[in-house]
């Protein structure tokens, strides 16, 4: 199946150039300092009590770039480099994260849609490489096994599309804070914003690669083989 080993490589490429990228604007953004040298932490801290969010807590988690929300236990989890940082790049993503925290709040209809799809999701990842896998070795004598891969497949790929409004949701609601509150300036907002572009880019590439693979398992389901 020469095919799918195309379209893997070509967004594992892609997708490992934006990863690349962003990084190398974080490092760059994390040189430029804010207004009123805040920490990610506090910058964090100060969003959520100004959009009224008082039950979710900002912690430190390890790694880098793992920043995230957590809408369980209502954290927002930020990196150490982002939770201790005064600088653009730690609190363009601080306010992202605290955007998802406001979302949640605000009960955000794709953030809703988004959460219910996560156990379906997480079912669908454990199992349906292998049931595609059988689908295309049995495809002859029994097709329908490859139809329900497809379909639980086609659900990733929706939970991928989901999440790109969910994302830039986030970052727009990060950027009219940042700016609303003094945190950037003229000078220093369009460098949030393009962290924050950058950041978005790698959902964009991992919806589209999830598509380019829904299609291609569809195309040998109805017999267009290579």
């Known amino acids: 199946m020469p095919t799918i080993w195309i379209i893997f490589g070509v967004f594992m490429l892609i997708s490992w150039l934006i990863g690349m990228r962003l990084k190398s604007k974080f490092k760059?953004?994390?040189?430029i300092s804010i207004?009123?040298?805040l920490s990610g932490r506090e910058v964090a801290e100060r969003m959520l009590r100004e959009n009224g969010v008082l039950d979710v807590r900002v912690i430190s988690v390890p790694g880098s770039l793992t920043d995230h929300y957590n809408p369980v236990e209502k954290t927002v989890n930020l990196s150490p480099e982002v939770f201790n940082g005064r600088n653009v790049a730690?609190?363009?993503v601080a306010a992202h994260e605290c955007g998802h925290a406001i979302q949640h709040a605000d009960s955000y209809a794709f953030l809703k849609l988004r959460t219910a799809l996560v156990?379906?999701?997480s079912f669908s990842s454990k199992w349906v490489q292998w049931i595609l896998l059988g689908g295309i070795l049995a495809l002859q004598s029994f097709p329908y096994l490859l139809l329900g891969g497809i379909i639980l497949f086609a659900l990733t790929t929706l939970f991928s599309f989901i999440t790109?409004?969910?994302?830039?949701n986030a970052s727009s609601r990060a950027l009219v804070w940042l700016t609303n509150s003094g945190i950037t300036n003229s000078s220093t907002y369009?460098?949030?914003?393009?962290?924050?572009?950058?950041?978005?880019y790698t959902y964009v590439v991992a919806a589209l690669a999830s598509l380019a693979t829904l299609l291609y398992?569809?195309?040998?389901?109805?017999g267009r083989r290579d």
């Open 119 to 121: 156990p379906i999701v």
């Open 35 to 37: 207004n009123n040298n």
């Open 190 to 200: 369009p460098k949030a914003k393009d962290a924050l572009k950058w950041a978005a």
């Open 217 to 222: 398992y569809i195309s040998i389901f109805s």
């Open 28 to 31: 760059a953004y994390s040189l």
């Open 90 to 92: 730690a609190a363009a």
């Open 164 to 168: 790109l409004p969910v994302e830039i």
